[in-house]
């Protein structure tokens, strides 16, 4: 459910990328005041699995289109609706700048879209409602179910809307909407049985790294070093081999388009689209998630050793793997100076109380 830049217009890209500026600035504060920088080494691994997972496009049967999961309700969960938020930023981020994946100027909408609705709307209303006086594995799948539903059917309607606000008349409201949220509930299903399995696993083998965004509690680096381990493996090993083979069929958000105006990408205007694409384009060094895209080695064989196909999985295993190690960097550091700033805060507080 990545934007492109043609979706949107210059000031309905730029609302949104100040809304969601506006909204990683809210949880650095909240981290600063409440982060338990055990979480750290977590944001990074989960930020990379992540990655990973959306890089899986699963068929939806019978309709000819694909899905992947948001992962904005998994990360919720395991680290809290702020560093989730942060978290999902990060992952997005490096999508769009190194991969090609969703437009720079809809970057905000994007995360707002992935992000948001899940950390901030669904998780506190609807999961944490619904886990609230206990965690059982039947709790667990009915809140993951439900919130991983709703939280990717407000996705969905925000692109409807940001669509329609920008102007686009090639999608109207009615049609788009028609289109975007049945496809969407399809693939929320999928996505919350997936969330319920990671978490009930988990649960069961770490239940402070779940129980811990109920009560206030310290995360043990010893009990999560195991979780953290296997989570950075299952990351590699998504990345680096199970992203062979993805789905080649439309996701949903292209499947609708193509329904609703007989093409998935509509015609890029001049101006800022242009000048956000150019850039794009130059430092997209992974797009289309692999390093083996360009024209020449697809027309002439001969350049190519072994298959084409074997040329083309191991550039996508070699994209999925350097993609999740920058992510795991990038919030890894976003953890890193949020702990910085806090450690400070408290030092001068303790400075002036001293004064």
């Known amino acids: 459910m990545h934007m492109a830049d043609a979706l949107l217009s210059p ?21 600063q005041s409440d982060a338990d920088s055990s979480k750290i080494p977590l944001m990074g691994v989960m930020g990379a699995f992540i990655f990973a997972a959306q890089m899986i496009n699963f068929t939806i049967p ?3 289109s694909s899905g992947h999961i948001g992962g904005g309700m998994l990360l919720s969960i395991l680290l809290g609706p702020f560093a989730g938020f942060l978290t999902m930023l990060s992952v997005l981020l490096i999508q769009a700048m190194f991969f090609g994946d969703g437009g720079l100027l809809a970057i905000g909408a994007n995360v707002f879209n992935l992000g948001f609705f899940t950390c901030f709307i669904v998780y506190p209303l609807i ?15 009915i809140a993951s179910m439900a919130s991983s539903i709703v ?36 693939i929320g299903i999928v996505e ?8 009930s696993f988990v649960w069961k083998s ?10 206030t509690q310290s995360l ?5 070093f195991k979780i953290i381990t296997m989570l950075a493996v299952v990351a590699i090993f998504i990345g680096g081999f199970v992203s062979w083979f993805a789905s080649e069929k439309p996701d949903g958000l292209e499947w609708s388009m193509e329904k609703v105006a007989g093409t998935a990408e509509l015609k890029l205007p001049d101006g800022i689209h242009q000048f956000a694409a150019n850039i794009q384009n130059k ?42 190690i920058l992510t795991f960097a990038l919030a890894i550091f976003t953890g890193f100076l949020i702990s910085r700033f806090k450690k400070r805060k408290s030092k001068e507080n303790v400075d002036v109380k001293h004064c």
């Open 62 to 64: 019978g309709t000819g």
């Open 127 to 141: 999961y944490r409602n619904l886990t609230r006086k206990q965690l059982s594995q039947k709790r667990i799948f």
């Open 283 to 324: 430092i997209s060094v992974f797009s289309d998630y692999t390093i083996f895209h360009n024209k020449t080695s697809i027309e002439n064989p001969v350049l190519v050793e072994g298959s084409i196909t074997d040329k083309i999985n191991l550039g996508k295993s070699v994209a999925g793997l350097f993609g999740g």
């Open 151 to 186: 939280g990717l059917q407000l996705g969905a309607f925000g692109v409807v809307l940001e669509t329609v606000f920008s102007g686009k008349t090639e999608l109207p409201f009615g049609s788009f909407l028609m289109m975007m949220q049945p496809i969407h509930l399809a």
């Open 11 to 31: 000031m309905v890209g730029g609302t949104m990328i100040a809304v969601t500026t506006g909204l990683a600035a809210y949880s650095i504060k909240k981290l």
């Open 192 to 199: 919350g049985l997936l969330t319920a399995t990671i978490v």
């Open 206 to 215: 770490r239940p402070e790294m779940i129980e811990i965004q109920l009560p």
């Open 220 to 224: 043990r680096k010893h009990s999560s």
